[in-house]
Every structure is written in structure tokens, then in C-alpha cells.
């Protein structure tokens, strides 16, 4: 049997479908720093950050066959599960009003469980990481609000009605912008490779 | 819709900053593989998960992993205990905080998980959903013989209770019909002995008015009261007549006794003449005493009926003390028709 370390995400991903514990061992060792880090960049604490870290594998665990994740791009997938997360967490804690439904596995499966595009192409982290150079490079191709609208959205979890009203601008505006942004990013990174 | 507005949509959505109604739209609408540009989708997907590269990557805590590991166990047991009993799998994987549990001394609960999962003596290795169901089926027939076993002691019990009481019930009914039925015995032997002393008195009286009785069996019986000649007499009585079959009965009471050389003598006093009915003597016990062949005097032609006293052979004319008178035409006469 091949190490797990040479195994891709797919292949890692089909393992733990076979309940092999290392395997997840493996996707850990893999996956943690790039998911706690995204997960302390949004969570309110480190503590939060934590509990997101175990949550996003205990979920990987107990999701993988029942979505096929073995299919799927498991890093776009496991990345946008880390980002759902961690805003989850993020709106429950900005206010104790907020009227956020109650998490039960209804939830999680509506909002939390990403929903991917079947042609999405298949990235792997180890892939990824190498073109760490090439992303910071097609993110300094946005303008500074292109920057800022991606920010609030995918960092700080807000909608396009509360961007909306941060930014004092109109919707279409912000809609706009945040299809420019990402088109151009798109356009960047690829034309970079 | 426009392509700009889908373009939109998919960018909005790819970044996560969709409105609640509008992302379960949305995601309805990727879900059942509608016509979507999904390649374009995917790419703007992808673009936006490389992102965090961009950050100062940060190595987790070391006592992470083991959070994570301890955590995967306790799913593990959880999925476990779900099996035996039957029930779904439901395991909350909102955030929890993260609490050091007593379970083991060693920091490498990854290990303790594959030891778990890769020995063959371990608790059962496939926790997936086939033989979860094999699994379950097995404990599903174990489970309802149990639950078979506890119904068929209920249906005992409830068996036994509606003996109880309907025997209860009966015995309620027996009772009451017991006494009704008593009640009823009594009633009815009241309703005999009435019946019977009715009956003793119908006989007694038949047996005391026998002679009268028979003798109303004769057509147009003559009915004439008799009273005593004196005012202070108590002499009453009546005297039936029968003149077609020349019969007459005597009911007289309160006559004085006599010696036993008279006799009281009946008389039919006509306009001309005074004709003997016949004789009699005053026998205890009896009512009525009957005369026959009394003369055949025409009904128009009697003035009066009369008792005397009179020597023991009786006499041919009246002339001994008058004891009691009975006027033809009197209000009192009635003559009783046999129907």
C-alpha cells in the first residue's frame, strides 16, 4: 500500500470514506495550518479558531461518503467549509440579537456544507501552496475597493445589502465590483501561469 | 435573466456574500442542475479558496490534533451507541468547547483511533451506511423480540384485568337479579295468600250461600224484604219466590227460639184467602231454608207474605203470633231475572 503522504486529497479523501483514521491523520497534517489560519483570520478569538479547526475535520469525517467528497475538489471544498464556519461563528458573536437560526444539522446541511460547481477544476494543497507567489500577484492586480469588497464579503461575512450600506454606495455598484474583482482575479492568476 | 446578472450572481455566491433567501435559491438552482455556466462557476469558486495562501500560514497548536482525534473517537462512540439502540445518528458538530477529557493518558488519540478502527478485536471497524443497516437489523430483531415479549405480558395483564371484571360484573348482576327475584317470590306470595283467602271466602260464601245461589238458577225470582210487625222487633230477613216452579227461600234472622212443639209457618195472604207456604225450623248454621211446592197464587193477586208462629204440624189458617211481614208492592220487592 503507498504511503498516505503520496496519496492526493482524492485519494486521501477515499481512504477516509473507508473509516482509515490515519488517512484523516494525513489530511490534518495537510490541511490545519492553511485552515486554522483562515480560521483565526475570521473567528472572534483563537479559542473559536480552535473549536472551527476540529469542527471542519469532524465534519470531514462524517460527511465524506455521504457527499462523495472522494469527487469532488476536496480543497475548494474543505477551504469554503473552514470559511462557512468560521462566519457562522463570526455573526453568532457579533451580536447577542442577532437572529441567526438555530444550528442544528438542517443548518449546517442549507449553509454551512459548501455547495460546489461539478466542473470546478481539482486543486490540490499542495498545488495551491506552490502558487501562493502567483495569488498575492493577481491580488495586487485589483484596485484597492475591489480588495476591500472581497475582504468584507469573504472575510468578514458580510452580505451585499450590509456592503451596501458600509460603503454607502449603490447595490448594482456593489455587485458589480464584486464580479470585476473576482473576474479579474480569475484573469490575473490564470494569465500569470 | 441577463448574463451580466448571472455572472453577478455566481461571483456573489462564489464569495459567499448572497443574502439567506437568495443563497438557498441559488443553491437550489446548482443543486437541480440548471443552466448555469457551472465551468465559470468553478473557476471563481477556485479563485476565491486560494485566498487564504495569501495570509501568513500559522501551524495549529500541537494539542490541537489530539482535540481533533478525541473528538473523531467520541463520534465513533456516539455512531456505536446509535446502533445498539436503533436510532439515527445525530451528532452536533456546532462549536463546542474544547474540554480535556479522562479517557486516556497518551497525547496521540489518532493512534488510539486507528487501534480502535484497525484491530480485528476492536469494536466493529465499518461504521459507514450499508452496515450500519446490516447492523441495525440485526439489533432491530433482538429489539422487538424483546419488545414482543413485554407486549405479550401486557396483553396478559389487560387479559386478566377484564376477567376480573367481568366476573365482577356478574356477580354485581347475580346479586341484584337475586333480590329482584326474591322481591318478586315475596310478591307473589302475597298475591297467592290474598288470592287464597279470596278463594276461601268465595268458598266459604258459596258454601254459606249455596241454597240462594242454586236457587237463582229459576227465572224471575221474587225478592220481598221481611221485617218485624213491631218497631222494636230486630226480625229482618228476605223471601225469595220462585212462583213458576212454586219454590221459596227463606233468609230470616233474629227470629226468637221457640219450643219444640211450634213451629214457624209461612203464608201467602191473597185478596181472599191466606195460603201456607210451608213450615220451617231454625237450624243453626244454616241461612236459608227452602220451601216447596208453595201454592201456585197468581203474582197480581198476593197482598202480603207472612211468618207465624205456629203448633209443630203447622196449622191451616194463621193463627199464632206474627213474627215478621213481607208487603207484596213494597219499594223494597225486586224481582231478579236470570240473564
Not at chain 1, 468560521?86 to 456544507?113: C, G, H, P, Q, V
Not at chain 1, 456592503?163 to 492568476?189: H, M, Q, S
Not at chain 2, 464569495?15 to 465551468?39: A, R
Request: aromatic share 8%; charged share 25%.
Amino acid at each position: 500500500m503507498a504511503e498516505l503522504s503520496e496519496l492526493s486529497d482524492n485519494e486521501l479523501v477515499a481512504e477516509i470514506t473507508r473509516n482509515k483514521s490515519r488517512a484523516l491523520e494525513e489530511l490534518y497534517d495537510r490541511y490545519s495550518p492553511v485552515i486554522y489560519t483562515l480560521a483565526k483570520k475570521i473567528a472572534p478569538d483563537e479559542k473559536s479558531a480552535e473549536n472551527i479547526v476540529v469542527d471542519v475535520f469532524s465534519l470531514i469525517w462524517k460527511k465524506a461518503k455521504e457527499l462523495n467528497l472522494s469527487n469532488l475538489c476536496v480543497y475548494t471544498w474543505i477551504i469554503t467549509l473552514t470559511r462557512n464556519k468560521a462566519i457562522d461563528m463570526l455573526k453568532r458573536s457579533r451580536s447577542a440579537e442577532a437572529t441567526l437560526d438555530y444550528y442544528d444539522d438542517l443548518y449546517e446541511d442549507n449553509f454551512i456544507i459548501p455547495v460546489l460547481s461539478e466542473e470546478a477544476e481539482h486543486l490540490d494543497i499542495k498545488q495551491v501552496s506552490k502558487d501562493k507567489e502567483k495569488i498575492e500577484n493577481a491580488l495586487n492586480g485589483l484596485t484597492d475597493i475591489q480588495k476591500y469588497v472581497i475582504h468584507l464579503a469573504f472575510y468578514e461575512g458580510y452580505n451585499i445589502n450590509e456592503i451596501v450600506e458600509r460603503l454607502g454606495i449603490p447595490k448594482e455598484t456593489v455587485r458589480a465590483k464584486i464580479n470585476t474583482a473576482l473576474n479579474r482575479l480569475c484573469d490575473n492568476f490564470y494569465e500569470g501561469s | 435573466m441577463s448574463d451580466q446578472a448571472v455572472n453577478e450572481m455566481m461571483s456573489a455566491f462564489a464569495v459567499g456574500c448572497m443574502d439567506k433567501e437568495n443563497y438557498t435559491n441559488f443553491k437550489k438552482h446548482i443543486e437541480s442542475k440548471s443552466d448555469l455556466p457551472y465551468g465559470e462557476l468553478g473557476r471563481l469558486q477556485a479563485i476565491v479558496t486560494m485566498l487564504p495562501f495569501v495570509l501568513e500560514q500559522e501551524q495549529p497548536p500541537a494539542h490541537l490534533k489530539n482535540h481533533v482525534g478525541r473528538r473523531l473517537m467520541a463520534i465513533q462512540d456516539e455512531m456505536k451507541e446509535k446502533l445498539k439502540s436503533g436510532k439515527t445518528l445525530i451528532i452536533d458538530t456546532n462549536q463546542k468547547r474544547l474540554t480535556k477529557t479522562k479517557t486516556s493518558a497518551t497525547n496521540d488519540s489518532f493512534a488510539q483511533l486507528a487501534a480502535a478502527n484497525e484491530t480485528p478485536a476492536a469494536a466493529p471497524r465499518e461504521l459507514h451506511v450499508e452496515k450500519l443497516t446490516f447492523n441495525e437489523n440485526k439489533i432491530t430483531s433482538e429489539t422487538m423480540a424483546h419488545h414482543s415479549e413485554s407486549s405479550t405480558l401486557s396483553v396478559l395483564w389487560i387479559v386478566v384485568i377484564i376477567l376480573i371484571l367481568m366476573v365482577l360484573g356478574l356477580a354485581y348482576y347475580g346479586y341484584n337479579r337475586y333480590y329482584e327475584l326474591k322481591e318478586e317470590i315475596g310478591k307473589l306470595d302475597n298475591s297467592l295468600t290474598s288470592t287464597k283467602t279470596e278463594l276461601r271466602s268465595t268458598n266459604e260464601f258459596i258454601t254459606k250461600n249455596a241454597a240462594l245461589i242454586e236457587f237463582f238458577n229459576y227465572d224471575n225470582v221474587w225478592v220481598v224484604p221481611l221485617s218485624g210487625t213491631d218497631p222494636s222487633s230486630k226480625v229482618s230477613g228476605k223471601l225469595y219466590v220462585a212462583l213458576t216452579e212454586k219454590e221459596a227461600l227463606i233468609q230470616v234472622d233474629n227470629l226468637p227460639n221457640i219450643t219444640p212443639d211450634k213451629t214457624f209457618q209461612v203464608w201467602i195472604v191473597s185478596k181472599n184467602q191466606t195460603y201456607s207456604m210451608g213450615k220451617f225450623f231454625i237450624e243453626p248454621g244454616s241461612k236459608y231454608v227452602k220451601l216447596t211446592n208453595i201454592p201456585g197464587i197468581p203474582k197480581e193477586q198476593i197482598l202480603q207474605f207472612k211468618i207465624t208462629e205456629e203448633p209443630r204440624d203447622g196449622s191451616v189458617v194463621p193463627s199464632g203470633q206474627i213474627y215478621a211481614v213481607g208487603l207484596a208492592k213494597s219499594s223494597g220487592n225486586k224481582t231478579m231475572k236470570k240473564y
